[in-house]
């Protein structure tokens, strides 16, 4: 199991590595995650307030 663990985390750990070591020069600038970001947060958020509403209605029952 531990074999498969690492092997997995340097399949995920290598390219991200890579890609980092890239050097841009053309001056492009750096793109938002901002608008994207938000909604996660915000889909996160509500999901995990609906399973504590859910829960809380599960013990009082």
């Known amino acids: 199991m531990k074999k498969i663990i690492t092997t997995l985390t340097a399949f995920i750990l290598f390219p991200s590595y890579i890609v980092i070591a890239q050097q841009y020069t053309d001056g ?6 901002d608008g994207g970001l938000s ?4 889909s996160g958020s509500g999901y995990a307030i609906k399973q504590i509403v859910k829960r809380k209605n599960n013990k009082k029952a």
């Not at 492009?28 to 995650?33: E, G, N, Q």
């Not at 909604?39 to 915000?42: G, V």
Request: charged share 10%; proline share 10%.
């Open 28 to 33: 492009i600038s750096d793109a938002p995650i």
């Open 39 to 42: 909604l996660l947060i915000a």
